[in-house]
Each structure stands twice: as C-alpha cells, then as structure tokens.
C-alpha cells in the first residue's frame, strides 16, 4: 500500500513528535535532573536539563510576556507558513519534502513542550575533545537540524543538476 503525500506528510512529523516525546519521558522518568551520565566517555553524554529559553538557552532571562512571544507565538506562526506550503508545493523533491516534515516535527514537539511543561529538556551533548562540540540538545533539536541538513542537500543537488543541463 503506497501512502498518499499527505499521508506520508503527516506520518513523518508524527514520527517526529513521538520519538521526540517517548525520549523526553524517559530521559524525566529515568535520568536525575541536572545529572551527566556518560555513554561513550566524556565525548558523549546524557544529562537531564530544564531549558526555559530557545537554542542554548537563549531568552530564558526575558520576561514572561516577551517570552510567550519569542518562544510559542512567533513558532506557531512559522510553524504555521512552513505548514502550508509543504502541503501546497506539490512539485517539491522528496529530500525537501522530508527535510520540511523533519522541522515541523521537532519544532511541534518543542512548542508542545513549551505549553504544557513551560521548559524543554535537553539530554544529549557531544564533544569531540575541543574538535566540535555541541550545546545539550534533544531529539526535536536533532529533527530540525537534520531537516535543515536535507534541504540544504536537496537544494545543492537540485542546483547542480541544473548547472549540468545548462
């Protein structure tokens, strides 16, 4: 059975939100708050962090009034457009297609998140001895950078495959 685009839209950002969801209730269930667990030594570890802010905490020092709208209404607007012009670009090619599901998966779980815990939690954090090295990040986080990784993808193989037919 082959699922209609739409279908597959809406299973994808799904799929998003449910691993995003599943991971934060074991990480709250399972690993103590402001902990640091090692999973493959000091490279990469398992914390249990309240961020009330966006990106590395960014904003969690703003006003509650200002926050509601840096942190949900201006997201759920975007969100919103992303939205719709995923399910009205019919011609967009599959990597863009997942890349989009990818962004709006995460950043519902992060919204979701928002509203009904007024903080996210973050867990994950790499570091590869000064080499790269990340901020403590969740599963929502991961979706929408790899969203944005296959759009950018998508976008540079559509660009050279017109260079070449030019």
């Keep these: 059975m082959k699922l209609s685009r739409s279908a597959f839209i ?21 690993v103590v708050a402001k902990s640091q667990t090692e999973i493959i030594g000091d490279y990469f570890t398992l914390h249990n962090v309240e961020n009330e802010g ?3 905490g960014m904003g969690s020092d703003l006003n509650d009034t200002v926050k509601i709208i840096v942190l949900l209404v201006l997201p759920v607007i975007v969100l919103g457009f992303v ?15 997942i890349g ?18 007024r903080k996210v939690i973050d867990f994950f954090h790499i570091d590869l ?3 790269f090295r990340t901020g403590i990040f969740n599963v929502a986080d991961m979706s929408v950078t790899f969203g944005m990784i296959l759009i950018l993808w998508a976008s540079f193989l559509h660009k050279k495959s017109k260079t070449s037919e030019a």
């Design 10 to 30: 809406i299973v994808l950002i799904i799929v998003n939100i449910a691993l995003d969801q599943i991971s934060k209730v074991l990480v709250r269930t399972y």
């Design 54 to 56: 966006a990106f590395l």
């Design 83 to 97: 939205i719709r012009y995923l399910f009205r670009e019919k011609n967009m090619d599959k990597l863009s297609l």
């Design 100 to 117: 989009f599901s990818c962004i709006i998966g995460g950043g519902i779980a992060n919204i979701f998140d928002r509203i009904v815990y």
């Design 129 to 131: 001895g000064g080499v």
